[in-house]
């Protein structure tokens, strides 16, 4: 079974930067097969997809309110993928996690299984 484990969160002030990893690891894996995008939730609210990339070709996805700031990059020998996060906003405090399938949209409750694996989540404070 893949596992997942992101790091690199943290607090930073409005505008900062903060580069997030995600490692997957696990018996079988094939890493340049394997796809995880990034996710986030708020509190009260529900898990969002942000990022995705296309592990065939490197295409990139990006939520609207996203993109231009954020970037999904992989590093296949590594078996990381990261997410570069720039301008900050208070509003974008949140857990940021990284699941086995990747969606632009809200994770409705209760599906998160469809997603497979997902790692522990990073926290990411940005405040004013």
């Known amino acids: 079974e893949v596992q997942l484990a992101e790091s690199g969160g943290g607090s930073v002030e409005t505008g900062g930067s903060l580069r997030l990893s995600c490692v997957a690891s696990?018996?079988?894996?094939?890493?340049?097969?394997?796809?995880p995008g990034w996710f986030r939730q708020a509190p009260g609210k529900e898990r969002e997809g942000i990022a995705c990339?296309?592990?065939?070709?490197?295409?990139?996805y990006y939520r609207d309110s996203v993109r231009g700031r954020f970037t999904i990059s992989r590093d296949n020998a590594k078996n990381t993928v990261f997410l570069q996060m720039d301008s900050l906003k208070p509003e974008e405090t949140a857990v940021y996690y990284c699941?086995?399938?990747?969606?632009?949209?809200?994770?409705?409750?209760?599906?998160?299984?469809?997603?497979?694996?997902w790692g522990q989540g990073t926290q990411v404070t940005v405040s004013t």
């Open positions: 699941a086995g399938e990747c969606l632009l949209g809200t994770v409705v409750r209760g599906t998160e299984n469809l997603f497979g694996t």
């Open positions: 696990g018996p079988g894996l094939i890493f340049d097969d394997y796809g």
């Open positions: 990339i296309n592990p065939k070709d490197g295409s990139t």
